[in-house]
């Protein structure tokens, strides 16, 4: 099976800056669609970035436009989401997914099982 592990979460500062990094096995990055989504406590799970499978376009959604930034690392076979200007409301728990299909879904194939990202005074 396709692996996915996430890292780099942790307690952080209103304003502050993160980079999660998502390390994958089994399969290239290039074939795959693969983005990160995240689960605030008591919250459903959220779209937060993508990048398409044979493209490489990246989306993001509209709560972190200008403030996070995605990108990969295909001999890596690693991803990352920079975070910077972080606020409480970025408080969940963060992961990363992939996809067979072109695009990023809430059907991804596969996941990770999340780092934890804590932005607090």
């Known amino acids: 099976q396709v692996q996915l592990v996430e890292s780099g979460g942790g307690l952080v500062q209103p304003g502050g800056s993160l980079r999660l990094s998502c390390a994958a096995s089994?399969?290239?990055?290039?074939?795959?669609?693969i983005g990160w989504f995240r689960q605030a406590p008591g919250k459903g799970r959220e779209g937060v970035s993508c990048i398409t499978r044979s493209d490489g376009s990246t989306y993001y959604g509209d709560s972190v436009k200008g403030r996070f930034t995605m990108s990969r690392d295909n001999a890596k076979n690693t991803v990352y989401l920079q975070m910077n200007s972080l606020k409480p409301e970025d408080t969940a728990v963060y992961y990363c997914?992939?996809?067979?299909?072109?695009?990023?879904?809430?059907?991804?194939?596969?996941w990770g099982k999340g780092t934890l990202v804590t932005v607090s005074s």
């Open positions: 997914a992939s996809s067979r299909s072109e695009r990023c879904s809430n059907a991804m194939d596969y």
């Open positions: 089994t399969f290239t990055l290039d074939s795959y669609a």
